[in-house]
């Protein structure tokens, strides 16, 4: 009886791939778009850019390791829709407080 071959039973996918490497930029892409549903004082969205900033880093490194998939473009996204929503909140508490 022959074993499976390599993949078996599936492939994983490739978001799969950077989110077991590079949980910073997973967890970071997590807190941002959970800070576009609950945001209290902007602290969400910071942490999101924070977790991004660091999953940044660690997909520079694991590029340097001559990885394929690294969960750059994660970060990337956690970081913008981080900082989009920590400005709207700034905004909001602008208009508020005048």
Same mark, same amino acid.
Not at 40 to 54: E, K
């Given at each position: 009886? +022959?074993? /499976? @071959?390599? @993949?078996? /039973?599936? %492939? /994983? =996918? +490739? $978001? $799969? #791939? &950077? #989110?077991? #490497?590079?949980?910073? &930029?997973?967890? @970071?892409?997590?807190?941002? &778009?959970? =800070?576009?549903?609950?945001? /209290?004082?902007?602290?969400?969205?910071?942490? *999101?850019?924070?977790?991004?900033?660091? *999953?940044? &880093?660690? =997909?520079?490194?694991? %590029?340097?390791? !001559?990885?394929?998939?690294? *969960? #750059? *473009?994660? =970060?990337?996204?956690?970081?913008?829709?981080?900082? !989009?929503?920590?400005?709207?909140?700034?905004?909001?508490?602008?208009?508020?407080?005048?």
């Amino acid at each position: 009886m +022959d074993l /499976p @071959g390599p @993949g078996w /039973p599936f %492939e /994983p =996918s +490739d $978001a $799969a #791939r &950077a #989110r077991g #490497r590079n949980t910073w &930029a997973f967890t @970071g892409l997590m807190f941002s &778009a959970g =800070s576009l549903l609950l945001n /209290p004082f902007g602290i969400v969205g910071l942490i *999101g850019i924070v977790f991004s900033a660091l *999953g940044l &880093a660690r =997909s520079h490194q694991l %590029e340097g390791m !001559a990885y394929r998939v690294t *969960g #750059r *473009g994660q =970060s990337l996204i956690g970081l913008g829709i981080g900082l !989009a929503e920590t400005v709207y909140f700034a905004y909001r508490l602008g208009e508020y407080l005048s």
